[in-house]
């Protein structure tokens, strides 16, 4: 079955980076749009940015300027390279894909297990 793979969080302090990778995984016939959103305690999930198999890019405004999200279509792998973090960063990220898995008619979405950012001050 496809599953998505996430890795590279971590404990940082503000104004330091990181790098998050997620890769598919799975008998895959194609990838539409790869993204990643975070939840912060007490907070709803929220679009951090995503990227289409083209190579478009949507940011949310809070993050503009200091992450930048990409992909390896070989790899079937995303990454989001997260600098000048700040405290508010701070929350579990998840990785979210539109897969078309063999043997499938339609786009699945699928969820990473999420990895978790802490940003000290």
């Known amino acids: 079955q496809v599953q998505l793979v996430e890795s590279g969080g971590g404990l940082v302090q503000a104004g330091g980076s990181l790098r998050l990778s997620c890769a598919a995984s799975?008998?895959?016939?194609?990838?539409?749009?790869m993204g990643w959103y975070r939840q912060a305690p007490g907070k709803q999930r929220e679009l951090v940015a995503s990227i289409t198999s083209g190579g478009s890019t949507n940011y949310a405004d809070s993050v503009k300027g200091r992450f930048t999200i990409s992909r390896d279509n070989a790899k079937s792998t995303v990454y989001l390279q997260m600098n000048s973090l700040k405290p508010e960063d701070t929350a579990v990220y998840y990785c979210?894909?539109?897969?078309?898995?063999?043997?499938?008619?339609?786009?699945?979405?699928?969820w990473g297990q999420g990895t978790q950012v802490t940003v000290s001050s």
């Open positions: 799975g008998i895959i016939f194609s990838i539409n749009v």
């Open positions: 979210n894909s539109d897969i078309l898995p063999k043997w499938y008619s339609k786009y699945q979405d699928y």
